[in-house]
Antibody, heavy 122, light 107 residues
Framework: EVQLLASGGGLVQPGGSLRLSCAAS????????MSWVRQVPGKGLEWVST????????YYADSVKGRFTISRDNPKNTLYLQMNNLRAEDTAIYYC???????????????WGQGTLVTASS | DIQLTQSPSFLSASVGDRVTITCRAS??????LAWYQQKPGKAPKLLIY???TLQSGIPSRFSGSGSGTQFTLTISSLQPEDFATYYC?????????FGQGTRLEIK
């Protein structure tokens, strides 16, 4: 059974930092690109970041570029999101998701974690 | 960035109804479009990928069609468990974007 377990969310003051983790099991993590998606409670979905299977390439939404860093530890089957200089508008539920990607073919997010809430507020 | 516009944003329907949700892309995305269902307090769930391919385990009453800039999600006969919010997503080019969502409620 595939599981993605996100953790690390919490209350942080604006300007502060937080690191999210996503522990994966039930699939070959080291062969899978991974992404983070966030959602302000009651609002829509926003893609945040993607990392390739090896970790060699990373991609970010403009809204987080320069402040957030996505990384992974393949031997530990864990995905991370380091969030620095947090702003009130970063307050959201953060989901990790497996990005199924075959060049020239299908692409989609097939497995999602349960989400972890980040609140940036004083 | 590619913008996705869903219509309607809100839909009220009855059990047994046939409903269609439309997703329009601001530029061509071939068939790199996915549909997700989200229920309150839960993560999104993949329904359709490559515009028209049903994800494993998803009931056949769900179907998708389209390519280029116009896409549709159809539920042939609404069941009580289908009342949720639906999102389209384009994966043609970065940044990946989502539609604003369609909230489907019981009439």
């Amino acid at each position: 059974e595939v599981q993605l377990l996100a953790s690390g969310g919490g209350l942080v003051q604006p300007g502060g930092s937080l690191r999210l983790s996503c522990a994966a099991s039930g699939f070959t993590f080291s062969n899978s690109p991974m992404s983070w998606v966030r959602q302000v409670p009651g609002k829509g979905l926003e893609w945040v970041s993607t990392i390739t299977d090896s970790g060699a390439s990373t991609y970010y939404a403009d809204s987080v570029k320069g402040r957030f860093t996505i990384s992974r530890d393949n031997p530990k089957n864990t995905l991370y999101l380091q969030m620095n200089n947090l702003r009130a508008e970063d307050t959201a539920i953060y989901y990790c998701a497996r990005y199924y990607y075959v060049s020239g073919s299908s692409r989609y997010f097939d497995y999602w974690g349960q989400g972890t809430l980040v609140t940036a507020s004083s | 960035d590619i913008q996705l516009t869903q219509s309607p944003s809100f839909l009220s329907a009855s059990v047994g109804d046939r409903v269609t949700i439309t997703c329009r892309a601001s530029q061509g995305i071939s068939s790199y479009l996915a549909w997700y269902q989200q229920k309150p307090g839960k993560a999104p769930k993949l329904l359709i990928y490559a515009a028209s391919t049903l994800q494993s385990g998803i009931p056949s009453r769900f179907s998708g069609s389209g390519s280029g800039t116009q896409f549709t999600l159809t539920i042939s006969s609404l069941q009580p468990e289908d009342f949720a919010t639906y999102y389209c997503q384009q994966l043609h080019s970065d940044p990946i974007t989502f539609g604003q969502g369609t909230r489907l409620e019981i009439k």
